[in-house]
């Protein structure tokens, strides 16, 4: 079974691999004191790749669960692990994302991460605050070129293996592309079965961007989540003929599209659902009853939005991918 948990997918801008499969440890409020105990399990399952985030509270829950996972014997390095965070948008900020990672490395007690990740395309000129909500009225336009830069310098001095974006559209990506040395290596963004992301994953595939998607199971219970994947009937329909859950037939399916995922549960009993995926598959008619759903973005990320700021509509924001 480990060896489908850790299966490698290429990362085309650096030669290097994410695992398929990845725990999230974004939970609603951001809190992290919850999640040790969760870390430690789901890397006895076999677990390897972590996505935590400055703006979610859990960079040293991780730390201290990667430390003693180590101390345990759980895993035999740091090296077997591939850990993602992002620069939340506070330090998106040409001589701030130096700190903000350093910063990050400290919390998480590490040397380098795997993958660092701009969090979204927007800055605030709340300086170094990490907090949710936030005040809209303090966003303003990302310098991308400037902060691309100190991006790639982080690759470069070896603070991140990789880097890379979340919640871009084509469009914006086609504007980093035309000012990156570095093209990022992944873009992290909303992918289920009810949103399927076609189009963004046929741009990302042309250039070479590898796409993580997050809330594979639509959120439920979160800002920016939505209740219609886990309430979707032809994903019930598909379920119960299977003998699966709703859960593991979504995540078979973002699997079969070869892109990597992050899921989040701190229930253990999900935690290993989650991953037990990989010894059945969909036939095509469940492909293309899939194929065939509605689609809808579950996340319009309106707390983005607003009349002073970089983004006046959710249509400005997404570049018409709605």
């Known amino acids: 079974m480990e060896a489908n948990i850790t299966r490698e997918l290429p990362l085309a801008s650096t030669n290097l691999t994410i695992p398929c499969l990845g725990f999230g440890t974004a939970t609603y409020p951001f809190n ?3 999640a040790k105990e969760a870390i430690l399990h789901a890397i006895k399952l076999g677990w390897r790749h972590f996505d935590t985030a400055a703006i979610y509270g859990t960079e040293s829950c991780l730390g201290e669960s990667i430390a003693e996972a180590l101390a345990l014997g759980l895993i035999r390095s740091r090296d077997q692990l591939f ?3 992002k620069l939340w948008f506070t330090d998106a900020h040409k001589d701030r994302v130096l700190p903000a990672i350093k910063d990050t490395l400290k919390k998480l007690g590490l040397e380098y991460l795997n993958l660092y990740l701009i969090h979204c395309p927007v800055a605030s ?3 170094g605050k990490y907090e ?3 005040d809209k009225k303090e966003l303003v336009a990302l310098d991308l070129k400037s902060v691309w830069e100190d991006m790639e310098e982080c690759q470069k001095l070896g603070l991140t293996k990789s880097i890379g974006v979340s919640n871009f559209s084509c469009k914006k990506l086609d504007d980093l592309l035309a000012v990156a040395k570095i093209p990022p290596a992944v873009n992290q963004v909303e992918m289920n079965p009810v949103w399927q992301q076609k189009k963004l994953r046929e741009f990302c595939k042309e250039k070479g961007i590898h796409i993580t998607a997050y809330s594979p199971l639509g959120g439920k219970g979160t800002p920016w989540g939505t209740n219609r994947v886990m309430e979707c ?3 019930k329909e598909i379920a ?3 003998g699966k859950s709703v859960a593991q037939v979504c995540l078979r399916w973002v699997y079969e ?3 990597s995922f992050v899921v989040k549960s701190f229930d253990k009993n999900r935690i290993k659902e989650n991953f037990d995926i990989f010894d ?4 095509p008619e469940d492909l293309q009853k899939i194929s065939d759903i509605p689609q809808q973005r579950g996340s319009l990320a309106l707390d983005l939005i607003h009349e002073e700021g970089p983004y006046k509509s959710a249509e400005e924001l997404w570049d018409g991918e709605l």
């Open 280 to 283: 059945w598959g969909l036939s």
């Open 240 to 242: 119960g003929a299977k």
């Open 32 to 34: 992290g004191s919850t």
């Open 257 to 259: 599209q070869d892109v």
């Open 83 to 85: 850990i993602t965070s």
């Open 132 to 134: 949710f909500p936030f």
């Open 125 to 127: 000129k709340q300086h």
């Open 233 to 235: 009937e032809v994903l």
